[in-house]
């Protein structure tokens, strides 16, 4: 995936939106693809943002995270607790989670699964 253009580019292209010229006429004049420009002036006109959204980071553990106190209290009282057996308690309360998920949210707490001889 590709980096971001710049903001100085985009708040350029917002000055020519405001100042009356068209989205492909803007794009044009800053050598930006008529698609492009488009979709920067629709979020303009509808959010009157010009920066770049954030790019990359996870965004789908933060939902996990939130049922961290019950996934971390079913391992205290079970500690060889099977991961399936979390994700089906999960599944009882309606969380969709999978095995890999529940491990990296116990790797996070600091919570090993191997067994130590």
């Given at each position: 995936?590709?980096?971001?253009?710049?903001?100085?580019?985009?708040?350029?292209?917002?000055?020519?939106?405001?100042?009356?010229?068209s989205?492909?006429?803007?794009?044009?004049?800053?050598?930006?693809?008529?698609?492009?420009?488009?979709?920067?002036?629709?979020?303009?006109?509808?959010?009157?943002?010009?920066?770049?959204?954030?790019?990359?980071?996870?965004?789908?553990?933060?939902?996990?995270?939130?049922?961290?106190?019950?996934?971390?209290?079913?391992?205290?009282?079970?500690?060889?607790?099977?991961?399936?057996?979390?994700?089906?308690?999960?599944a009882?309360?309606?969380?969709t989670?999978?095995?890999?998920?529940?491990?990296?949210?116990?790797?996070?707490?600091?919570?090993?699964?191997?067994?130590?001889?």
């Amino acid at each position: 995936m590709g980096k971001p253009h710049s903001k100085d580019l985009r708040s350029r292209f917002v000055t020519l939106l405001d100042a009356g010229t068209s989205a492909s006429g803007a794009g044009k004049q800053l050598l930006v693809p008529r698609s492009t420009a488009t979709r920067w002036s629709a979020i303009w006109t509808s959010e009157k943002r010009c920066e770049a959204l954030p790019m990359g980071g996870d965004r789908r553990s933060a939902e996990l995270e939130k049922h961290s106190a019950f996934i971390l209290s079913r391992v205290e009282e079970k500690p060889d607790i099977f991961l399936c057996e979390i994700v089906a308690d999960l599944a009882s309360k309606d969380v969709t989670a999978s095995d890999n998920a529940v491990s990296r949210l116990l790797s996070r707490h600091g919570i090993t699964r191997k067994k130590r001889l």
